[in-house]
């Protein structure tokens, strides 16, 4: 996998679990919700260690439980 293609995948995979986030939020499951959060947390460390921006993808992030 090239830089551009890890990049994008990484990208990918934030918006994904943003998502899955959102529907736990709205369904009212707790532990999805810190699921969802821990993997977002993750998915950034990740991002960051390798130099790649997610952008908007971090906004509205794990803050809000």
């Known amino acids: 996998m090239n830089t551009s293609e890890f990049a994008g995948d990484l990208r990918r995979r934030v918006r994904e679990a943003k998502q899955a986030l959102t529907e736990a939020r709205s369904e009212g499951d707790l532990y999805a919700v810190d699921v969802r959060i821990g993997e977002l ?10 130099g790649v921006d997610v952008g908007e993808e971090i906004t509205d992030r794990a803050g809000d439980r």
Do not use: K, V
């Open 41 to 50: 947390d993750s998915l950034l460390r990740l991002a960051m260690e390798n």
